[in-house]
């Protein structure tokens, strides 16, 4: 289970080759456990509620007769301080382990001079669009190998292999990310030459991809027109752990409420060090600064 965000690792991961945790469920389940006596002022009642994350409240009430003795209320809270301990062992367990692997994998990368980029967003912002354009303009100047993360389906994975790119798809089943180990499988399975580009589309989500280190050697937040200018402060883990921002769709500014610059002042409120993109992958617009920069 990735204990960050609940989704599981248990599930069954799909690497797919194209040519030309066990979940953590809640209960929430409240028991309400009374005297079997009928309710009178010499009744001592026992009440147990179970909190949604587990925690068992235990309630007792001792009602005298009304000849003025105090009535007392006792309130006994069971901390599951070893669950919580548990917890994060496993949290922590489970970074070392993709830590390690990410080491791996970047010196892998590096002894074979491949620039892999780790591309990141929410779903919908454009990134498999800008992919393609991307393979489609470059291609002739440098060998690109893409890895695409979804939960489910080969449809991105289809459009990249399309133009001809050699393209992996990660099925991550419920898996809201992808993780070093599924970077290393898939580097074993593509084979990417030297002094060739990896891109990495992760799994739709600005959340848990900001804490998993694939190997790579930058991850490019991604965000549309489309969605709001304050993303960069809703999500000030992801855009931090970011080198780039690449600000997609930007053809469609005239017809979308969307203020460019407070997004801007935004992103770099959170991390003043962004190399920041404004691109088109429909009318070309800002792609030739991205490309000098995927070159370099």
């Not at 309710?39 to 309630?59: A, C, K, L, W």
């Amino acid at each position: 289970m990735c204990v960050t965000c609940g989704c599981s690792d248990g599930a069954q991961t799909t690497i797919t080759r194209l040519s030309s945790t066990e979940s953590n469920a809640v209960d929430t389940d409240r028991s309400h456990a009374h005297s079997d006596r009928g309710h009178h002022h010499h009744d001592r009642h026992t009440h147990s509620h179970r909190q949604p994350d587990g925690t068992v409240i235990t309630h007792s009430h001792s009602h005298h007769e009304p000849d003025g003795t105090v009535i007392t209320h006792s309130h006994a809270p069971k901390v599951r301080d070893r669950k919580i301990g548990q917890t994060l062992l496993l949290e922590q367990n489970l970074l070392s382990k993709n830590d390690r692997i990410a080491r791996h994998n970047r010196q892998l990368l590096q002894e074979k001079n491949i620039k892999a980029l780790n591309l990141v967003s929410s779903p919908g912002s454009g990134k498999t669009t800008l992919l393609v354009r991307t393979i489609q303009d470059l291609q002739s100047q440098i060998p690109i190998a893409v890895i695409e993360g979804d939960q489910e389906t080969l449809h991105d994975a289809e459009r990249i292999a399309a133009t001809g790119c050699p393209a992996i798809q990660v099925n991550t089943g419920t898996g809201c990310h992808l993780e070093a180990d599924m970077i290393q499988r898939g580097l074993d399975n593509l084979s990417p030459p030297d002094n060739s580009l990896l891109l990495i589309e992760n799994v739709g989500n600005l959340v848990c991809p900001a804490l998993f280190d694939l190997g790579e050697q930058a991850k490019v937040a991604m965000l549309s027109v489309t969605e709001g200018e304050d993303k960069p402060l809703k999500y000030p883990h992801m855009f931090r752990a970011s080198r780039v921002m690449v600000l997609t769709k930007v053809d469609l500014l005239p017809h979308v409420p969307f203020d460019v610059e407070r997004c801007l002042d935004y992103a770099r409120s959170v991390n003043p060090d962004l190399v920041i993109f404004q691109v088109s992958a429909v009318t070309g617009q800002g792609l030739d600064d991205w490309y000098r920069w995927l070159v370099a």
